[in-house]
C-alpha cells in the first residue's frame, strides 16, 4: 500500500488533494437547471402559490429575470406571516426578500460552500457568472454530494485496501 500513511508522495494524500467537488459539479447533478425566479413586484400570496406549486423552497426575485435582486425563502414568508398576520400575503414580494445575498460561482469549491451556508444559517445560494444568474444550490444539494463523494472515496479505500 504505497502512500497510504498520507505523506506528501503517496496515493491517498494525492486523491485528497484531487477531491474538491466544485458547484459545476453538483449544477451538473440536478434534474433541471432552470431556477424559478420572480418579479419583486409579486405579491407574496403569489410567491407563496408558486413554492407550493413547484414544490420548491426559495425564489430568486428578479426583475430581468438574470440579475438576482434577492431572495425569498418559506422561512422568509412564515416569519412575515408571525409578524404582520395575514395581510402582508397583499405585500410584494420585495418587501420581504433577503436583500443582502451571499452567491458564488461555478468554480467554488462545495465545502466553502457548504462552510457559507452554515456559518450564514441560509439553505440556498444563487450561483452567478459575470453577474448573472446560472443556477442555484440548496444545502441538501451540497450535501448528497459530498456524501456520495465519500462513497466513493470509501470504495477506493477498500479497493486499495483490499488490493484491487
Known sequence: MKGFRGDAGGDFALHQRRRQMLV???LKTKPDGKVVTAK???AISEAAAMLAEKRIGTLVISADGKTPDGILSE???VRELGRSGAGCLQQAAESIMTRKLVTCSRDDRSDAVLQQMTDGRFRHMPVLEDGELVGLISLGDVVKAQLQE????KQALEGMIMGH
Not at 150 to 153: A, I, N, T, V
Open 40 to 42: 419583486p413586484g409579486l
Open 24 to 26: 459545476s459539479q453538483i
Open 150 to 153: 465519500l462513497s466513493m472515496e
Open 75 to 77: 422561512r422568509d414568508i
